[in-house]
């Protein structure tokens, strides 16, 4: 007899924005379990796929090492020494050492700090009604997209697209800069569409032979950080041979000309001796990019993980307006959809209460900002209390020692809320045990398709787990803020707010539909009516300082980084950690397929499928060094060293070695992670976080 005769099935949207942000139908076995998780059919865009590690979500709801009870630090910070405590004395701790922190040095001492551990608007972004009813630190959240939407909107100016569906439509998919078949599964399931349908190619771009790779009709492997010199070839061999479109370039482009002249010099020849590629793989790839109308760019986060990368964003967009790609379905460069949403979050954030003459903190450079670097805390106080939800910056954020050393101050009080013991709790104050995405309310936008889901409460929590909502509302009671707008409400009341502003109706009409389509019409999406600046043209020239875009720093930060370096039309810049004698490798922190960020890496089965930490490894950089498959090889450069396994691999090229995933930093010999090797300098010109740009040595380790 089947046990789950009376199984029900749940609709949620993964709250892991990778960024699909899938459509979800949940196996519900009772009121407070889970089976299997799989992908909702109905939605045109997730069409019934989702990755394994979600598939297998009841690994982690009814983990038996979740959080379940709020935390007291009984010890020394890191000890691992901790005392149960209710919830009402761990909160009231928290608000008064909130306070206290306050009275000692003004509200900007307290910084709360959080992420996209969760994507679900409410539970992420009610933090903020918080921060401004209070006045505490800004927080400048830049560790994701900064780099790719700014070179995206230099060229588009909006962040929108064809369609993502559309690829199903093309004869040519170039996937460049996304580990696809890892991060966001549904883009192979349109590409493989197309390709069975219309026989359609698929153009691989990335600095190693990943799965997505041996997925290509067409694999390129290019040393990282070189795609603008890749993208000037192509455009080069475009005009030179014809296959530039003249009359849409004039109608819906800037300067061409001044781009052509630009790009006499920037020859196949040229790029090949900086991306690694030979000049027949650039020449092939710009031909049959120049003979298929119908190419579509899918443009990935991989740009966003260099120093350089908006240069390099901005250069593989101009690829699509040279062949005039846009005009046709299933054509023309997509990186994100998040412009199109227009969500007014005021009530949900507090943004009435914001007051302008607070600093802003950024996220990405936590390291100085916890050891009192001058230049990162913008002339306020040091950081003295704070509160962490929904990620884990110990181990995820760059300059690992850096965030150790800061969460190690005994003048920093820390609550992190948490679904389990991360790197990050383990240095806290007070640990709160955290809701998972099944068990609270919630709505999601996917910035990779065109999709508002909602995600309703489908299970009861286990006894202990508390919402990120209910943390916020119970500390502004302490704090003596819940009489502000915005407090007070529940998380079905925010939703209602925020759709009914859109005139998306409310929480129960999207309970009923499950999810809205807001993908623009053709003509918006492909910008047939004009691009996103105010003249309508696509720009080859771009506006490093003047371009809105939408994570861009308040102005009270400033500019970032070698801005003065940027170049004026699309080009190869060295903005990045250049090989040198000392470190002659480059090292690349690739996504691992069963773990996302740090997120799945406590779940049995993606950590069976991951083994150990790694570092892949050419076969001839490896003999050069004495190092067989398997040995311990320490990695390092001047901001400290890891030890990790090496993996003979030939899919890279020689110089380039790659750790994939984010493992615990306990998982590592040292019990320090890959993290330790990674910047916190903010790029130009709008910041983030360039995880695949850092010069290396190796050796055999000791």
């Known amino acids: ?74 010890g020394a910070k890191g000890d ?23 009275v000692k040095y003004g509200s900007e001492t307290v910084w709360p700090y959080y992420y996209a551990g969760t994507m679900g608007l409410v539970q992420r972004d009610g933090i903020d009604r918080l921060r401004h009813a209070k006045k505490y630190s800004g927080f400048f959240g830049s560790i994701c997209t900064n780099l790719a939407w700014t070179g995206w909107m230099m060229g588009a100016g909006a962040l929108r697209g064809p369609d993502p569906r559309e690829m199903a439509k093309s004869d040519c998919v170039v996937i460049w800069g996304t580990n696809a078949v890892v991060t966001q599964v549904n883009v192979m399931t349109h590409a493989i569409k197309a390709r069975k349908e219309r026989g359609a190619r698929i153009v691989v771009i990335d600095v190693y032979e990943n799965a997505t790779m041996k997925q290509a009709d067409l694999g390129l492997v290019l040393m990282p950080g070189t795609d603008g010199a890749l993208a000037c070839a192509v455009m080069h061999v475009l005009f030179r041979e014809g296959m530039a479109d003249r009359a849409y370039l004039e109608k819906y482009s800037d300067d061409p000309k001044g781009l052509e002249a630009h790009l006499v010099t920037r020859t196949p020849e040229w790029a090949a001796g900086i991306t690694g590629l030979t000049v027949a793989e650039i020449e092939a790839f710009a031909r049959l990019v120049g003979t298929t109308k119908k190419t579509y760019f899918r443009l990935g986060y991989g740009f966003a993980r260099q120093r350089n990368g908006a240069v390099n964003m901005h250069a593989a967009s101009c690829i699509a307006a040279v062949t005039g790609s846009w005009q046709y379905e299933g054509g023309g460069a997509f990186h994100s959809n998040s412009g199109i949403f227009k969500l007014n979050q005021d009530v949900l954030e507090g943004t009435k209460m914001r007051d302008p003459s607070i600093r802003h903190l950024d996220h990405s450079r936590i390291g100085p900002v916890l050891t009192g670097a001058s230049d990162a805390l913008y002339g306020g106080p040091p950081v003295t209390a704070m509160l962490i939800q929904n990620t884990n910056p110990v181990n995820v954020a760059p300059e690992q020692r850096l965030v150790t050393q800061g969460f190690l101050r005994d ?22 045990p955290a809701t998972m995405f099944l068990e609270h309310d919630d709505v999601y936008k996917g910035g990779g ?27 502004a009671e302490r704090l003596g803020v819940a009489d502000r707008p915005g407090f007070g409400l529940t998380e079905q009341q925010h939703i209602d707010i925020i759709l009914g502003k859109r005139g998306l109706g409310s929480f129960d009409s999207l309970k009923e539909d499950k999810w809205v389509d807001l993908q623009p019409d053709f003509d918006s999406a492909h910008f047939i009516k004009g691009f996103g600046h105010a003249d309508g043209k696509f720009r080859f020239r771009a506006d490093w300082t003047g371009q809105a875009a939408p994570n861009r720093p308040p102005k009270s930060m400033g500019l970032f980084g070698p801005v003065a370096r940027l170049p004026e039309f699309p080009d190869h810049v060295d903005l990045i950690e250049v090989a040198d004698e000392a470190h002659p490798f480059r090292l690349t922190t690739s996504p691992a397929r069963n773990f996302l960020n740090s997120t799945f890496s406590e779940t049995p089965v993606s950590k069976a499928r991951e083994g150990r930490p790694e570092l892949l490894l050419h076969p001839d950089d490896a003999a050069a060094l004495g190092l067989a498959d398997g040995d311990r090889v320490e990695v390092g450069n001047t901001r400290g060293e890891v030890v990790l396994h090496a993996k003979l691999f030939d899919g890279i090229k020689r110089g380039v070695v790659i750790a994939e995933g984010i493992w615990p930093n306990s998982a590592h010999e040292r019990g320090e992670g890959i993290n330790v090797l990674t910047g916190a300098d903010a790029p130009a010109p709008y910041g983030g976080a360039a995880f695949h740009d850092n010069k290396v040595w190796l050796r055999a380790a000791g």
Not at 18 to 26: D, N
Not at 80 to 102: N, R, T
Not at 411 to 432: I, S
Not at 449 to 475: A, D, S, Y
């Open 411 to 432: 003048d920093l009080f820390t609550c992190v809320h948490e679904q389990f013991m991360t790197d990050t709790a383990k240095l806290a104050d007070v640990v709160l």
């Open 1 to 74: 007899m089947n046990q789950h005769a009376n199984l029900r099935i749940g609709h949620s949207a993964c709250p892991h924005d990778c960024p699909s942000t899938c459509a979800l139908e949940v196996e519900l076995l009772d009121g407070n379990r889970i089976g299997r998780v799989h992908g909702a059919k109905a939605n045109s865009y997730t069409a019934g796929v989702v990755c394994a590690k979600v598939a297998r979500y009841a690994d982690r709801v009814h983990h038996p090492d979740r959080l379940l009870k709020p935390l007291i630090r009984a």
């Open 80 to 102: 691992g020494a901790w005392k149960e405590a209710s919830w009402e004395a761990a909160l009231d701790l928290v608000a008064e050492k909130f306070i206290a922190a306050e």
């Open 449 to 475: 398709n065109q999709h508002i889901t909602l995600g309703p409460k489908l299970i009861e929590p286990p006894e202990g787990p508390r919402t990120n909502h209910f943390v916020i509302e119970e500390l």
